[in-house]
């Protein structure tokens, strides 16, 4: 299908794409970044904007800088970038792990972190790392600049805590300590590659104790969620294959009550099973690199 007709806008910088969001308040308007959550929209329908603004161009959203004890990514930083940080494999696997997961090469080469998660979709690889990474995302808007944690981001299905005159300008991970390493690993629809099912998890550990344990899912449920039942059962524990096991047969309950999805590739409840399996392959992995 062909995309609707629109308004076309091309932003020099952040504060002239939150101007041209103010003065068409009102209006149905989109940002462009990368265009692979976007463009597929628009060609089906499912976006009819009146307005396009395009940020592509906006160099000062592009980069990945380490700040000591945390990283900060710019939101038009293309996947492969991330992909390929040999800093951030060190510092936050699991944000690294959860780009390289996406898509194919041309997709990683031209797709934007900041894009992919602002469009929040349930299926997609990054806000389960995020939320494992506990990420803060930062925004911009006509009141300023604004920090949001990972964990009040994501609200439901392709919604977020942005507001409508706001930019995602860039997601911030913390530093894991020494004792601390993170993975993520899916199960990929076998036609679109986007995740069934996809757990991310960030552990720290003293010794062979886990000291602190952030899991999160993403593609069985209306957005990525943490599995805080499965954390609570690791602390304290060491990550043996006992303890992994029975800590994801938790997973379950920590999806009781959810927005479940379920599709012709795989029902609700073989999404639940799969949360099961897939936590378990996600901190067997995370104890394998500790």
């Known amino acids: 299908m062909y995309p609707p007709e629109f308004e076309y806008e091309r932003a020099g910088s952040v504060d002239e794409a939150i101007e041209l969001l103010e003065a068409n308040a009102g209006r149905d308007v989109e940002l462009l970044a990368g265009g692979h959550s976007l463009l597929p929209t628009l060609k089906s329908g499912l976006a009819t904007p009146d307005l396009l603004i395009d940020i592509g161009g906006i160099g000062e959203l592009r980069g990945i800088e380490s700040n000591g004890d945390s990283t900060a990514v710019g939101a038009l930083t293309p996947y492969a970038d991330v992909e390929s940080d040999d800093h951030l494999w060190e510092v936050s696997a699991v944000t690294a792990e959860a780009a390289s997961h996406i898509g194919d090469r041309q997709v990683r080469n031209a797709g934007t972190i900041g894009g992919n998660i602002a469009h929040a979709d349930p299926a997609s ?5 995020v939320l494992a990474a506990d990420a803060t995302v930062h925004a911009r808007g006509p009141g300023g600049d604004r920090a949001i944690a990972a964990d009040d981001f994501f609200e439901g299905m392709y919604g977020t805590a942005l507001e409508e005159d706001e930019i995602l300008t860039a997601i911030e991970v913390p530093h894991l300590a020494a004792g ?7 199960k990929p629809s076998p036609s679109s590659g986007y995740a069934i099912v996809g757990v991310a998890a960030a552990v720290e550990t003293s ?3 886990v000291e602190s344990a952030r899991v999160a899912v993403n593609g069985a449920v209306d957005h990525a969620v943490r599995l805080t039942g499965v954390e609570d059962a690791l602390v304290g524990e060491s990550l043996t294959e006992s303890v992994i096991e029975d800590a994801s047969s938790l997973a379950a309950d920590d ?5 479940l999805m379920g599709d012709a590739q795989a029902s609700e409840q073989f999404r639940v099973k799969l949360v099961d399996v897939y936590s378990r392959k996600a901190l067997a992995e995370v104890a394998s690199r500790l």
Do not use: F, Q, W
Request: no cysteine; charged share 20%.
């Open 180 to 186: 601390g390493a993170g993975a993520y690993v899916k």
């Open 255 to 259: 999806l009781d009550g959810a927005n």
């Open 125 to 129: 690889d990054m806000p389960a790392g």
């Open 207 to 209: 010794g062979d104790t």
